[in-house]
């Protein structure tokens, strides 16, 4: 018998995780985009990192972790900063703030349910 405390995953947890795991995927893709490329030399790798950041944190909330919520929110706020810093302020950009805003508060209400440990 384990002893490792179980946390039920909410389903809404679960179609966010399912749906930040595709959307994550198509922004790997455009991290090499024209578009990209033209906001900054340096914008390119920023981005890069921060999709990566994201797709971890989207593994963690998966498995119901405390510090993956917390990363996730972060992870948005910093995006949405360099975001403005760069104006790269596009419809989509505004579209994609305000999503992770969303997908953040609803990870930070199951907080309570998350686990501290890694």
Not at 7 to 28: E, H, W
Not at 34 to 63: H, Q
Request: aromatic share 14%; glycine share 6%.
């Amino acid at each position: 018998m384990s002893l490792a405390k179980t946390t039920k995953r909410p389903i809404l947890i679960s179609i966010l995780c399912v749906a930040g795991f595709i959307f994550s995927a198509g922004q790997i893709i455009l991290i090499s985009s024209p578009s990209i490329r033209s906001i900054a030399g340096w914008y390119p790798i920023v981005y890069g990192l921060i999709t990566a950041a994201r797709f971890i944190s989207f593994v963690g909330v998966w498995n119901m972790k405390k510090w993956a919520a917390e990363m996730f929110l972060y992870v948005s706020l910093l995006k949405i900063i360099i975001q403005l810093l760069v104006h790269d302020s596009g419809v989509t950009s505004w579209a994609d703030a305000g999503i992770s805003l969303t997908f953040a508060i609803i990870f930070l209400s199951y907080y309570k349910r998350m686990d501290r440990n890694l």
